[in-house]
């Protein structure tokens, strides 16, 4: 297989998995609450905002998405996310509270993955996204893992342009503050 | 100040620099190796290459650059940087003794960052860079710590587009699978 793509193998995705709360701890339990608090302008997040919505993603998301579909197949559609559950749920929490909730949060979902015992035979069966349609067990479980990287982007993205004007001439060295590709 | 820029305050910097390594050990060290040896195709970077990268870095770059400053102002330019020094230094190596390497190299930096006291006044001090020109010390700062996080969301974005196929009608969804701006 090339180098750009991995098959879903559901022991590295839960390796994976299980290193974003050690991961988001190292990232961000030692800044200052200003830097937590950041964001891109707008309505974008904050790392805050973004441990808030994966803690959201373990209570209603995920691993409940894969009940339903072990239980129901396509018979049954998932509940609808909510993207902006964390503004409520975390609103005057602190960061470390928030980590504490996502780690544990997570290590109780990927017990409960794993008393699932599946199979691959499992893994293929198809669910009904309210919106995308048909899905597998196995693009939701990818999912999971890709979620997590990508919202691990945006963190690392909104502290290093915390600094677009502090480097000075280097802006143009640092594709995420330059915005160039890379 | 808004919530899009943070000013430069040294003992933050410190605090960003030291969650690096504990970061990226916290991403990287229990993934198997086709997912450090994995990149985006052609000439771009693996985990296992950017960590090589910071470090050459730390051996090269910063804290030696920040000596040239104090130590010849504007008279004497910074060594150029060789970005691909680590194809060769790194060859062979297992991530995990990459991972132990730079962790070692980074504490010993921050000891001798924190052994030059530097005052608000350092901070202003100019050296000249072999190709952008006059720089403070404050930026070389500023721009070690962003370009820590401009490598930790390349590697999170390497990681997540390995599923880029796996998540099926998700890809949609993920920005950085989709290549949406977010």
């Known amino acids: 297989m090339a180098r750009t793509r991995r098959p879903f193998v559901l022991a590295e995705a839960v390796t994976l998995l299980a290193n974003t709360p050690v991961t988001l701890d190292a990232m961000l339990r030692t800044l200052p609450d200003d830097w937590v608090a950041a964001h891109e302008g707008g309505e974008t ?20 998405r894969a ?25 005057g929490r602190t960061l470390a509270s928030l980590l504490d909730e996502f780690a544990a949060a997570r290590a109780q979902n990927l017990r409960e993955l794993a008393a699932l015992r599946l199979t691959d035979a499992d893994l293929d069966r198809r669910g009904r996204h309210p919106a995308l349609g048909v899905v597998t067990l196995r693009q939701l479980l990818a999912t999971w893992v890709a979620h997590d990287l990508d919202h ?31």
Not at 56 to 62: I, K, L, S, V, Y
Not at 165 to 182: F, K, M, N
């Open 45 to 64: 997040w904050s790392p805050h905002d973004v441990v808030g919505h994966l803690i959201h993603g373990e209570r209603t998301d995920w691993v409940q």
């Open 152 to 182: 691990l982007v945006q963190i690392s993205r909104v502290l290093a342009k915390l600094y677009s004007d502090e480097v000075g001439p280097w802006r143009a060295y640092l594709r995420i503050i330059s915005g160039a590709q890379g």
């Open 67 to 91: 009940r339903v579909i072990l239980e129901h197949g396509e018979a049954v559609p998932f509940d609808p996310f909510d993207r902006f559950a964390q503004f409520a749920a975390s609103q």
